[in-house]
């Protein structure tokens, strides 16, 4: 029986989880945590060995590489033991240690699926933003240590975006927001292909809500175990979170019926095995909320884009477009829009963006994208810097409801009329106008 007769192997590699089992199954055979547990005293026994011993090294190294765990048992052999050490292969969905992401797939294909690799394809599956070298190393390990017959890296927003439909017409064009344990991609996928130059990535994950909601039950003295907090704080999250639609309602709710929203947690400490039981209160719905207020989490999740839209070219001059869009755009955030009434004039930068593109088309080279070489070029366009002041200030007077235009009104606000523009990762043209322009002109 070949390979082609018997079902593929479906690994997806997240973060904090991994899933795998055959293809056409319903739902994974093993959802695990992605985590290895080395024993120590094996790693350093081998280290401190000399030369001369070369037998006892050589021991120590053997045993080392066969006394590991993965998941769950990995996350238990570290609470119970001082001698086991974890070690998390993936960070923020990129590999980073590769040794350690083999054992465990080590682990995953011969302890839990038991299956012989020689005898399956495998499906792999990657962040959106992985390096073309890491399909390189992928390759190579299933390839050179497993032996397997055939190999398909597939980006994990891809798959979503085909298993989110339920009939057999599957339409792959659409939008995934992909919110993970260690990064949040909005994946733009167009006919099965992903758009790369518009993903977008966003610096909040799964496990900053575990961070937050540990942060809140430690601020708050409850009593948790610090080898243990963690773990719960991640059980508290994938138990009794849930995202609320007022934040100040649901406030009142906990402090008008507290015995009805409070939970009871109860566990066993690991060292001890003294029992232990905490309460779960704001952080079931405060933790979730970071995705959505991410200031309550860190002030530098904070970002000035939303506060500054400043409407650019042409075809923005008919008459109220800027009041239509702040109105779309008041549902989404809380916006300031700036709009020009006459975008002819002043000091504008055009910016182009010129694409290369470079084959890898040799070896395992075969897995990768095509990289993108990025390369912006610059222009500076200098035109009646007089014109397009005036048009600045028939914009503010008239978002002051004014009815006609004072210059005084103008020159009162000083250097507090600042105009200016933030557009990281967005390759668009905005107008930049510093107050020195207006002084000079009104002097």
Same mark, same amino acid.
């Given at each position: %029986?070949?390979?082609?007769?018997? /079902? ?50 050589? &021991? ?10 993965i998941g769950e048992e990995a996350l238990s052999r570290s609470r119970s033991s001082s001698t086991y050490s974890l070690s998390y292969p993936i960070h ?13 797939? #080590?682990?995953?294909? $011969? ?8 005898? @399956? ?12 070298? &890491? ?6 390990? %299933? ?24 009939? &057999? ?16 991609h909005v994946v733009p996928v167009a006919e099965g292909y992903v758009i790369g130059n518009s993903i977008k990535s966003i610096p909040i994950s799964g496990?900053?809500?575990?961070? $937050? !909601?540990?942060? +809140? ?8 175990? /610090? ?6 704080? *991640? =059980? ?10 007022? !934040?100040? =309602?649901?406030?009142? =709710? ?14 066993? =400490? /690991?060292?001890?095995?003294? /029992? ?7 952080? *079931? ?5 970071? $995705? ?19 409407? &650019? ?9 800027? *009041?239509?869009? #702040?109105?779309? +755009? ?12 006459? *975008? @002819? ?29 990025? $390369? %912006?070029? @610059? ?8 014109? %397009? ?11 002051k409801e004014c009815t006609e235009m004072h210059i005084e009104e103008l020159y009162d606000l000083g250097e507090n009329f600042e105009l200016f523009s ?8 905005? +107008? ?6 207006? #002084?000079?002109?009104?002097?």
């Amino acid at each position: %029986m070949d390979a082609a007769s018997r /079902p593929a192997v479906v690994i997806d590699n997240g973060t904090g989880y991994t899933k795998m089992g055959f293809s056409g199954n319903v739902e994974p055979c093993f959802i695990v945590p992605t985590v290895v547990a080395v024993n120590e005293s094996f790693l350093n026994q081998s280290r401190s060995s000399n030369k001369a011993n070369w037998l006892a090294q050589y &021991s120590a190294g053997v045993m080392a590489d066969l006394d590991f765990f993965i998941g769950e048992e990995a996350l238990s052999r570290s609470r119970s033991s001082s001698t086991y050490s974890l070690s998390y292969p993936i960070h923020e969905g990129q590999v980073e240690n590769w040794d350690t992401m083999e054992r465990f797939w #080590q682990q995953c294909i $011969f302890n839990y699926l038991r299956c012989d690799p020689e005898d @399956h394809y495998f499906l792999l599956t990657e962040s959106p933003l992985t390096a073309p070298e &890491s399909r390189e190393y992928s390759g190579e390990i %299933m390839f050179e240590t497993f032996n397997v017959p055939g190999l398909y890296i597939a980006v994990q927003p891809v798959l979503a975006l085909a298993a989110g439909y339920t009939t &057999s017409k599957c339409e792959m064009t659409g939008v995934v927001v992909d919110v993970g344990d260690g990064a949040t991609h909005v994946v733009p996928v167009a006919e099965g292909y992903v758009i790369g130059n518009s993903i977008k990535s966003i610096p909040i994950s799964g496990k900053d809500v575990t961070l $937050f !909601i540990q942060k +809140l039950m430690k601020e708050r003295g409850e009593n948790l175990p /610090p080898e243990d907090s963690f773990e719960v704080a *991640r =059980k508290v999250k994938e138990m009794y979170s849930y995202t609320c639609s007022d !934040i100040v =309602k649901e406030f009142n =709710k906990y402090d008008k019926e507290p015995n009805k929203y409070i939970k009871q947690w109860t566990g066993i =400490k /690991p060292k001890t095995g003294a /029992p232990y039981s905490c309460d779960i209160g704001y952080e *079931r719905f405060l933790g979730p909320e970071i $995705f959505f207020n991410p200031e309550i989490y860190s002030s530098e999740f904070t970002t000035p884009l939303p506060d500054n839209i400043v409407l &650019s070219g042409g075809s923005t001059m008919s008459k109220d477009f800027h *009041r239509r869009l #702040q109105r779309d +755009l008041k549902k989404i955030v809380d916006a300031r829009i700036v709009a020009s009434e006459a *975008r @002819h004039g002043g000091e504008v930068k055009l910016m182009w963006l010129v694409t290369l593109y470079k084959d890898l088309q040799f070896g395992l080279g075969v897995l990768c994208w095509h990289p993108h070489q990025n $390369f %912006m070029g @610059h222009a500076t366009q200098k035109q009646n810097t007089r014109n %397009m002041v005036q048009a600045f200030a028939e914009q503010i007077l008239y978002s002051k409801e004014c009815t006609e235009m004072h210059i005084e009104e103008l020159y009162d606000l000083g250097e507090n009329f600042e105009l200016f523009s933030s557009v990281k990762h967005f390759n668009i043209v905005l +107008l930049v106008i510093h107050p020195s322009f207006i #002084q000079t002109w009104l002097s």
